[in-house]
């Protein structure tokens, strides 16, 4: 399978490819609860060894750590690309 990206973003092109981040633990065989409730299957180790929730999308692509040189992917029509 072939996916059309681009180097920049640009029109039609707005879907950032994130590396899988260091600290980030995939915890399927062995969810924890968040902070509601709810199940988590991956979660992010802290300096203290603590697992914690992982930002949101959102909130990684507009932090501090903002990887500038990202493929950018098109998003298809009728897709969910958020």
Same mark, same amino acid.
């Given at each position: 399978? %072939? *996916?059309? @990206? ?8 707005? /879907?950032?490819?994130? =590396?899988?981040?260091? !600290?980030?633990? /995939?915890?399927? %065989? /062995? ?6 409730? @709810?199940?988590?299957?991956? =979660?992010?180790? +802290?300096? !203290? ?6 930002? %949101?999308?959102?909130?990684i %692509? !507009?932090?501090?750590?903002? *990887? @500038?040189?990202?493929?950018?992917? +098109?998003? @298809? /029509?009728? +897709?969910?690309?958020?």
């Amino acid at each position: 399978m %072939e *996916i059309e @990206a681009r180097r920049a973003r640009e029109p039609g092109f707005s /879907t950032p490819v994130l =590396a899988r981040p260091l !600290d980030l633990v /995939t915890l399927n %065989e /062995t969810p924890l609860r968040g902070p509601e409730g @709810a199940p988590l299957t991956s =979660a992010r180790r +802290s300096a !203290d060894g603590a697992l914690e929730p992982y930002a %949101e999308r959102r909130a990684i %692509e !507009d932090g501090p750590g903002k *990887i @500038a040189n990202r493929p950018w992917l +098109s998003c @298809a /029509t009728g +897709s969910n690309c958020s």
